[in-house]
């Protein structure tokens, strides 16, 4: 390798962390201050870098907001397509396997940093700068109902539950899934193990009455017969 592209190679890595480290400062003083009370001045503090260099690289407040935004999400992002790798593809302990989905879903996207910090700018900022969260609103729960709107079909189709709408199905799951731990999270809290695993087994178990398929139906039509003879 020739001195130059030592040098080349150098430099881009040394952009690539000052750019993180820009980012990872923007981040933490957008979620403390919000983006009106948020200085450039106070995010070059934080990243150790000048003014000017933040300007180099954004060119202005809202540009740089839009990367963190960006950067959280893309985080966020891969994180919940490796919990969506673990979704339940068996009619076998289906309660069980949900749950436990349910307690990793919540655990590792909705109440881990990246999932705080995306929900807080959105409550604080979402009404002023609706068009700052418009790609997280289409790529973070969007993407979230539309995955599990296709699971719930495989599962539906193999016939673990009866849904006539899978969005819907998606969309009432997710809601759930959350809806035990609103509280806590609403106001900085981190959920126990204990109340991670309640809020999903309860979550799950409305679920299952409201889509799961009838024992009688599972049994098959002998156990049907016998039910009826009976």
């Given at each position: 390798m020739t001195p130059a592209a030592r040098m080349t190679g150098h430099t881009q890595r040394g952009q690539c962390a000052k750019r993180m480290s820009i980012l990872d400062a923007a981040a933490d003083v957008f979620c403390s201050q919000g983006f009106a009370g948020a200085s450039i001045d106070e995010i070059a503090a934080v990243a150790c870098v000048s003014r000017q260099t933040i300007y180099n690289h954004y060119r202005e407040k809202e540009?740089?907001?839009?990367?963190?935004?960006?950067?959280?999400?893309?985080?966020?992002?891969?994180?919940?397509?490796?919990?969506?790798?673990?979704?339940?593809?068996?009619?076998?302990?289906l309660e069980d396997d949900l749950t436990a989905f349910v307690v990793r879903l919540n655990r590792n996207c909705i109440c881990n940093h990246d999932g705080k910090f995306l929900r807080k700018l959105v409550q604080t900022e979402g009404e002023r700068y609706p068009h700052l969260f418009e790609s997280w609103r289409l790529h973070g729960p969007g993407k979230l109902t539309t995955a599990l709107s296709a699971l719930f079909a495989r599962l539906a189709h193999k016939g673990a539950l009866v849904i006539d709408d899978f969005d819907v199905a998606a969309r009432q799951f997710v809601a759930l899934g959350n809806a035990?731990?609103?509280?806590?999270?609403?106001?900085?809290?981190?959920?126990t193990d204990e109340e991670l695993e309640k809020a999903a087994r309860n979550a799950v178990r409305t679920f299952l009455k409201a889509y799961g398929r009838p024992a009688a139906e599972k049994a098959g039509p002998q156990s049907q017969l016998a039910v009826i003879s009976g």
């Open positions: 540009t740089l907001f839009v990367a963190v935004v960006e950067d959280v999400m893309n985080r966020a992002n891969t994180m919940l397509f490796s919990m969506l790798s673990t979704f339940p593809d068996s009619a076998d302990n035990d731990l609103q509280m806590t999270v609403l106001f900085g809290g981190v959920p």
